[in-house]
């Protein structure tokens, strides 16, 4: 089963609870409850929510795919309720001979306590794929217990990424970026770390097809503490995935979508061992990921006479109880940004910044506060008017391009 093909079957398959990436440890008890496989429950995080490890399959070859680690990066979590429907609900023959190669172990929403704030933390304040070393964190405690007990032939460390990637230093955002971990500090390649470079290459020849160019690949500098770069060490091939920006997707459903694909088109790859005629010149064309994005860039605007561009970019601030959000702008660069490129692109042709006091009666509906009428400045607010001969040609309110 090719990763095209994956992508047609997905909306049969789409799990119907999930609309959007904010979502509780107790929202999703009731979906593993209904799974369909075996769960167990495996641990109990620092305030006390259940962890659970479902398990497919009766195979030989043992996998172990977890999610959240980072407790807002929820992109993957949806995508492996996707995948428990694919393997319990598909016909075409496909499933079943993954669930009899394979026993496969998913821990979706591996930190609760996380994903409970909607932030990258533990309960504890710690970066758990920081503490594989010191394991602080009762979940660092169960993840390095299940990579012991499991020894899991390959395992899936599934994140997300800050959507400013680029896949190189080009505008195109990455949208999946892979990483075969390193486990030493000279970055060798032993089989095991060989295994999870191989199966990369294949996906990314499979993603070039849907998303051309918008795939990376992390540098694999050796960190000792994390869990990715001692799995590899400790025995187990480490495959990292990263979703990214998918341009205005920001609830990462087509992303979601890519993730079903790439994991079932792994495990394809795995039973048959096709991934093994690739080589490490496969893996190194897939460009590095960097940070060359803005949310925003206003090309060639002019501010007191003197000719700039201007990086915006805009972050997510959790309300109360992190089941929403409100976005806040900060002007992020002003000067000569050429080397860089915004994920939304204005073309100002010389336009004068202007603050927005002046267009104050066509801007009402935006409901603008006193402070949002003040002089542009870096590392504030993003609110100003772009004018031409005296005409606006765009408004940005908090980041947001209007144009007028």
């Known amino acids: 089963m090719i990763l095209e093909d994956l992508l047609k079957v997905y909306p049969e398959y789409r799990h119907p609870y999930f609309t959007h990436r904010r979502f509780k440890h107790a929202e999703i008890l009731p979906l593993i409850k209904e799974c369909g496989f075996p769960v167990q429950q495996v641990a109990s995080s620092y305030e006390g929510r259940k962890i659970h490890k479902i398990t497919a399959g009766t195979g030989s070859r043992p996998i172990l795919l977890w999610s959240q680690m980072h407790g807002n990066e929820a992109t993957a979590t949806m995508a492996i309720f996707d995948i428990l429907n694919y393997l319990r609900k598909d016909n075409s023959g496909f499933a079943q001979q993954l669930l009899e190669v394979f026993t ?3 821990v979706p929403m591996i930190n609760p306590d996380g994903a409970q704030r909607f932030t990258r933390r533990t309960a504890q304040q710690i970066d758990m794929n ?3 070393l010191a394991l602080a964190c009762p979940e660092s405690v169960l993840l390095k217990k299940l990579v012991k007990e499991i020894k899991p032939e390959f395992s899936f460390n599934l994140h997300d990424q800050n959507v400013r990637y680029a896949a190189g230093l080009t505008p195109n955002q990455a949208a999946i970026s892979f990483l075969a971990t390193a486990y030493n ?3 060798e390649w032993n089989e095991t770390r060989t295994k999870a470079m191989q199966v990369i290459s294949h996906l990314n020849e499979g993603l070039q097809k849907v998303i051309p160019n918008r795939v990376g690949r992390f540098s694999d500098e050796f960190e000792p503490r994390a869990f990715g770069d001692n799995i590899q060490k400790w025995g187990s091939s480490l495959i990292l995935v990263e979703s990214g920006g998918n341009g205005e997707d920001t609830e990462k459903m087509k992303l979601r979508e890519l993730n079903f694909a790439i994991l079932l088109s792994a495990l394809a790859s795995i039973s048959s061992n096709s991934y093994q005629h690739y080589q490490l010149q496969d893996y190194e064309r897939i460009p590095t990921n960097e940070k060359c ?5 206003i090309r060639n605007c002019t501010l007191d006479g003197t000719l700039m561009d201007i990086g915006v970019n805009i972050d997510e601030v959790n309300n109360d109880d992190a089941t929403d959000y409100t976005l806040t702008s900060t002007i992020e ?7 860089f490129w915004g994920i939304k692109e204005f073309e100002a042709n010389g336009a004068e910044i202007e603050t927005l006091s002046g267009f104050s009666e066509k801007l009402t509906k935006y409901k603008l506060q ?4 003040g002089r542009l400045e870096f590392e504030k607010k993003a609110n100003f008017a772009l004018v031409k001969n005296q005409k606006p040609l765009a408004f940005v309110i908090n980041g947001q391009l209007i144009e007028a």
């Open 333 to 339: 660069d002003m000067g000569d940004l050429s080397t």
């Open 185 to 187: 500090e000279a970055r």
């Open 104 to 106: 496969l172990h998913f």
């Open 293 to 297: 994005l803005f949310d925003l860039l």
């Open 370 to 373: 006193e402070s949002d009428f």
């Open 130 to 132: 920081r503490d594989a």
